[in-house]
C-alpha cells in the first residue's frame, strides 16, 4: 500500500489529523516516509544540496571550531555528537580535520544520533574506516561531555500549522477525493508557544508551530553534563520570521531539485521543511539549562573560523585548482551563508569566546 493510502486510511478510521501528524507520517513512516526510504535524498540525484555536499571545507572549519571547544574544556576526555548526518559526509570532514591533532583524537568519542535505518546504513558503509559510534536516541549519551551539533536538522521536524483568525486556529488534514485543510481550534500548547514569545499574530496570518524542536533542545539539554551545542539551520529570530510578508508561513517542499509549497503530492517522496525559530530554541534551551553564547550567520561563522586563510592556503597550494576549488566555497558564504544561520548554546562552562562567534548576526535571537 502506498503512503498516500494509509494516510487516507488513517483519515477515514480517526477523522482529521493535524497536519503535524500529516507531516510525521510523510516524512518518518517506516519504510515509506521521506526519511526511512530508500531513495536518494541529497546531492546531484537527490533533491537538495546541503553545506558538506559542496566542499570540504566546511567540515573542516567546523572541526576548527569543535577543537577549540576541546581546548576550552580543558584537552580532556571529549564526546562530540551528531545529530541527524544524513550521508555521513559532514562527519568524514569533520573526522578528517579532528584527526590531524593525535592528542585530541585518542580522548575522542565521536558518536552518531540517527533514527533513519537507510540514512545508518549509508553512513556506517561510509564511515567504515572511522572509529565512530551509533545510537537511536541522544538519552543513550547522557552525562556526556564535549560538544553536540547538528546541520539541517529542526527544519525537518513535524510542526504544527496555525492561522490566526477571531482566534488561533490550527490545520487538520481531511479528504474528500482530494487532501482537504479543515481549520478547528488551537490547542493551549500552541497558544502558550506563541504568547512565551510574545508574538502577536495579525488576522489571516499562517505560520508554523514547531512544537517538537522544544521537545528536542530539553533532550539535548539533559544529555550534555558539560560543553557545547551548536545548531545549523536556516531560519530566523521571531522579530523576522513573522514578518507581515510571510504571512503564509515558510512550509516549503523539495522534489528533484525544485521547490513548491504543496505537501499533499509527492507524498513520501519529498522532503517537507519550515524555518527554525532560533529565538525558540534560545528561549526554551535557557529554560532547560543552556546558555547562548551567541547567534551569527553562515558566512560570518566561517570567516571567524578562518575561511580566507583557508582559501589563500588552497590557492597557494594547487593555483591551478584554486578556481575550480573556490566556487563551492564562494556559494557556502554568498549563496548559503546569509540564509543560514549558526547558534552555539553552553552548560556548565563560563565565559567562553569562539572564534566561528567573532562576527555575530545583526540581531539577537
Known amino acids: 500500500m502506498t503512503l498516500s493510502r494509509l494516510i487516507i486510511q488513517k483519515i477515514k478510521q480517526q477523522g482529521p489529523i493535524s497536519f503535524h501528524d500529516f507531516m510525521e507520517m510523510a516524512l518518518y513512516y517506516p519504510g515509506l516516509g521521506y526519511y526511512t526510504c530508500e531513495k536518494e535524498k541529497i546531492g546531484k540525484t537527490g533533491d537538495y544540496y546541503t553545506s558538506s555536499n559542496l566542499t570540504g571545507a566546511f567540515g573542516e572549519l567546523l572541526g576548527r571550531q569543535i577543537e577549540e571547544i576541546w581546548h576550552i574544556l580543558g584537552e580532556k576526555q571529549f564526546t562530540v555528537v551528531e545529530m541527524g548526518a544524513g550521508q555521513g559526509i559532514l562527519s568524514g570532514d569533520v573526522l ?21 535505518l537507510s540514512l545508518q546504513r549509508e553512513q556506517k558503509k561510509r564511515l567504515s574506516n572511522e572509529n565512530v559510534k551509533w545510537y537511536d536516541s541522544i538519552n543513550d549519551l547522557k552525562g556526556m561531555e564535549g560538544c553536540i551539533y547538528s546541520n539541517e536538522l529542526p527544519d525537518a521536524f513535524p510542526v504544527h500549522l496555525v492561522e490566526m ?38 488576522y489571516g496570518y499562517r505560520t508554523e508551530i514547531n512544537l517538537d524542536a522544544i521537545k528536542w533542545i530539553r533532550k539535548i539539554s539533559s544529555a550534555l553534563k558539560k560543553g557545547f551545542v551548536i545548531t545549523i539551520d536556516y531560519g530566523y529570530p521571531s522579530d523576522e520570521l513573522y514578518q507581515e510578508y510571510r504571512n503564509r508561513g515558510t512550509l516549503m517542499c523539495y522534489y528533484n531539485h525544485s521547490v513548491n509549497e504543496s505537501p499533499f503530492v509527492h507524498i513520501g517522496e519529498q522532503d517537507i521543511t519550515s524555518h527554525v525559530n532560533f529565538q525558540a530554541l534560545d528561549h526554551w534551551g535557557q529554560k532547560y539549562g543552556l546558555d547562548l553564547c551567541g547567534f551569527t550567520d553562515q558566512a560570518h561563522f566561517l570567516l571567524g573560523l578562518g575561511i580566507d586563510k583557508y582559501l589563500k592556503k588552497l590557492q597557494e597550494k594547487s593555483p591551478m585548482d584554486y578556481y575550480k576549488k573556490m566556487l563551492p566555497i564562494k556559494s557556502l558564504i554568498m549563496d548559503m551563508g546569509e540564509t543560514f544561520k549558526v547558534m552555539i548554546q553552553k552548560k556548565g562552562v563560563g565565559p567562553a569566546e569562539l572564534s566561528g562567534l567573532k562576527f555575530p548576526y545583526r540581531i539577537d535571537p
Not at 584527526?99 to 544520533?113: A, T, W
Not at 481531511?174 to 499574530?201: C, H, M, R, W
Open 96 to 116: 578528517s580535520y579532528l584527526k590531524k591533532n593525535h592528542k585530541f583524537y585518542q580522548e575522542l568519542n565521536y558518536c552518531i544520533v540517527e533514527k533513519s
Open 165 to 202: 483568525e477571531n482566534e488561533l486556529l490550527e490545520v487538520f488534514v481531511g479528504y474528500e477525493k482530494n487532501f482537504i485543510e479543515i481549520l478547528k481550534p488551537a490547542s493551549t500548547q500552541q497558544k502558550d508557544y506563541l504568547k512565551e514569545l510574545d508574538v502577536t499574530l495579525p
